[in-house]
């Protein structure tokens, strides 16, 4: 079992659409991240969450420690929201990263 | 331009041959990091240094070897290549050494080995 699990793999919305994508990870952590990569290849960090909640545009992360899950939040989608996000986590025992396989988001016009 | 300067983009090589990828931090960036993304293992964290020291390594083979050197940019040199060393590899870079900063990641380096 990988140590971060994302779900679902690929998921295809009409523009406008709430999109959830969720972040389960196994091992205790000191941060979690959320991160955007998009066809060209390029990877921007959305979020970096260690409690809580955090809100950015039309984007929001949740995480919930206790239950060890994280979800990505879009509302009101749109085609440019197409991309792979991917969840990681920080270790709290060292540095070290691990990553989700992504999640494959494609948003209909 | 998010601030991270990777060098070269694209780079194609054959087997048995070795490489340098470049990195340059975001101004004020002291943590480096190194990732591998090939199609069947996804993204992969090889490296990190903070201030010149290695802070923390991940699945980095042993023909892997990197640096960061006093004005911060860092290197990462693969040597004895392989075709399965065929992947994107990002360098990101943070202001702390620890998890709880976000990161900033270059626009990677497209290895190809032929």
């Known amino acids: 079992k990988n140590e971060v699990e994302q779900s679902p793999q690929n998921l295809t919305a009409q523009e406008g659409e709430f999109i959830t994508i969720n972040c389960s990870y196994s091992?205790?952590?000191?941060?979690l991240h959320w991160l955007q990569q998009h066809p060209g290849g390029g990877i921007v960090s959305l979020f970096m969450?260690?409690?809580g909640k955090k809100k950015h545009g039309r984007l929001i992360a949740t995480i919930n420690i206790q239950e060890k899950h994280s979800s990505l939040h879009i509302t009101a989608s749109h085609p440019r929201d197409s991309a792979v996000y991917i969840c990681?986590?920080?270790?709290?025992?060292?540095?070290?990263?691990?990553f989700g396989k992504g999640t494959r988001l494609h948003i209909l016009p | 331009d998010s601030g991270v300067t990777q060098t070269p983009k694209h780079l194609i090589t054959a087997t048995g041959q070795r490489v340098t990828l470049r990195c340059s931090p975001r101004?004020?960036?002291?943590?480096v990091y190194w990732y591998q993304q090939s199609l069947d293992q996804g993204l992969q964290f090889l490296i990190q240094?903070?201030?010149?020291?290695?802070?923390a390594k991940g699945n980095i083979l042993e023909r892997f070897s990197a640096q960061q050197f006093p004005d911060l940019h860092s290197e990462l040199n693969l040597s004895s290549l392989e075709l399965g060393d065929s992947a994107l590899y990002f360098c990101?870079?943070?202001?702390?050494?620890?998890?709880?900063?976000?990161?900033?990641f270059g626009s990677g380096t497209r290895l190809t080995v032929v």
């Open positions: 990101a870079s943070s202001v702390g050494r620890g998890q709880l900063y976000g990161y900033t």
């Open positions: 091992v205790g952590i000191s941060a």
């Open positions: 969450l260690s409690s």
């Open positions: 990681a986590v920080g270790g709290n025992r060292d540095d070290k990263i691990i």
């Open positions: 101004s004020g960036d002291l943590s």
């Open positions: 240094y903070y201030n010149g020291e290695e802070r």
